[in-house]
């Protein structure tokens, strides 16, 4: 058996969609946050490519803004004190 320590795109959809079944498909937001965080810390670590990335986010419900996942990403804009 091979072990892989690199989720690919099928096993994370898979586990972001079962969270979604159990939610009925209304995802909370702290759950939807912890995936983002999770797919940009992935994306950032290069584990999974930009393409991947949206892909699976866009299986997530929407942030209310200001996203903190986008402003630890990017950084705070002067707009954003």
Known sequence: MKFELRPQET???????????HF???????????????LSALSEWGVIDIYTFSRLYDMLPPIAE?????????GRTDEEE
Request: glycine share 6%; aromatic share 8%; proline share 9%.
């Open 11 to 21: 096993e994370l959809r898979d586990r972001i969609q079962e969270d979604l079944d």
């Open 24 to 38: 009925h498909g209304d995802l909370p937001e702290r759950y939807a946050l912890a995936w983002a965080g999770y």
């Open 66 to 74: 200001p996203n903190p996942i986008v402003t630890i990403a990017l």
